[in-house]
């Protein structure tokens, strides 16, 4: 008898402690997790404590996991290796986790056998690990919206912003890790003022203040899309799987009212928060006879003045916030019926980091998809 008790104490605890083991890494997890979101962030050397925040918030039954250590490194997917740059054994200044694209976490818990106790047996102490990865994703972005605008709006505004000539590499692809640098540390600095047109049509000095003047054009994004009313759903509330490679169809007429309409109804979601968009960026207008996301073909392989036609192929997706938009004549409330009145939209905003759902890349640019890498 004693002999069954023993083995039926020792199934019953060994099933405990695989669920616990299991309550404990899914602790390990939201806090890799969570300190991989903050790597992405201005703050990113707040990111072991967000991350043991978040560890300890998921309390393993009913008790709060103690969190061994936390570290800063990078996570080599290739080869699956974690390589340490600081641990919160020490001081781990901004400068030395600056690089880090990952974090580690260890935690531990304990708890106490239910049966094999009556055996004389001792309670279970378990650790688990967990690496959080702030990937790189370059791939298919789900949440596209119907904007085109030319890449060196993207490259111009960083030179500015690291103290470089307007003409320094504005075709550079991939970014420079100084650029990613400032894409996350101080994003504001990549200020842009983007005028509904083609290459030309840019913010005047006036509209841009200390922005960069650049411009941009309406797209169609779905099959069927035609017109503002289509646009301004797009904005609003669409969300457009597209990656480098695809070609968006430019939009004709003038569309100020959609934009500020669109814009309004989409930054609602957002409360108090930033605004984030993504939109396409472009280096070059696609080949004629290429079949853009919308269905129609490109026939023109330039851009024109007016009407449509020409497609953009985009290289990047690239994420920002909005702040205002407004039109030429400082109102907003042009109606997209292309009547040529000179009130194009204006979107002022700046680049920023965004956490994106895409599938993880090579490249690093704007967009990162934190993961649990392992």
């Not at 299991?22 to 703050?43: F, N, P, Y």
């Not at 990952?102 to 106790?117: D, E, K, P, Q």
């Not at 904005?235 to 457009?240: E, L, Q, R």
């Not at 039109?327 to 997209?336: A, M």
Request: aromatic residues 8%.
């Amino acid at each position: 008898m004693t002999i069954v008790l023993g083995f039926t104490a020792m199934a019953v605890d060994l099933s405990q402690m695989a669920a616990y083991r299991s309550e404990l890494q899914r602790a390990a997890d939201a806090g890799a997790h969570a300190g991989a979101i903050q790597l992405t962030k201005t703050r990113y050397d707040s990111a072991a404590a967000i991350a043991t925040a978040f560890a300890q918030s998921n309390v393993v039954f009913g008790k709060v996991p103690t969190v061994d250590l936390v570290e800063y490194g990078n996570w080599n997917n290739a080869t699956g290796t974690f390589t340490v740059l600081c641990s919160t054994g020490v001081t781990c200044s901004a400068a030395t986790v600056k690089p880090a694209d990952a974090i580690r976490i260890t935690i531990h818990g304990s708890g106490t056998n239910w049966f094999a106790g009556i055996l004389g047996a001792f309670g279970f102490s378990i650790t688990t690990k967990a690496v959080g990865w702030a990937a790189p994703t370059v791939s298919t972005s789900g949440c596209v919206k119907p904007f085109a605008a030319p890449y060196k709006m993207l490259t111009v505004a960083l030179n500015r912003a690291r103290g470089l000539a307007d003409t320094y590499n504005p075709t550079r692809y991939p970014l420079e890790q100084a650029d990613l640098d400032i894409i996350r540390d101080n994003p504001t600095a990549l200020k842009v003022c983007l005028k509904q047109g083609p290459t030309g049509t840019v913010c005047t000095a006036a509209e841009t203040g200390t922005a960069y003047p650049g411009n941009f054009q309406a797209v169609d994004l779905n099959v069927g899309d035609n017109g503002a009313s289509d646009y301004q759903a797009n904005i609003a509330s669409g969300c457009f799987s597209a990656g480098p490679g695809d070609a968006l169809y430019a939009e004709s007429g003038n569309m100020a009212g959609p934009t500020s309409s669109g814009k309004d109804a989409w930054c609602a979601n957002f409360a108090s928060g930033a605004c984030v968009m993504k939109a396409a960026l472009y280096l070059n207008v696609a080949p004629i006879g290429t079949v853009a996301t919308d269905g129609q073909t490109c026939t023109k392989g330039a851009e024109q003045a007016t009407g449509s036609g020409w497609c953009y192929q985009i290289q990047m997706i690239g994420s920002f916030v909005v702040t205002s938009v407004t039109s030429s004549n400082g109102n907003g409330n042009g109606n997209g019926n292309g009547n040529g009145n000179g009130n194009n939209p204006i979107i002022q905003g700046y680049f920023t980091n965004a956490v994106d759902g895409g599938a993880i890349g090579t490249i690093k640019g704007t967009l990162q998809r934190p993961v649990i890498a392992q």
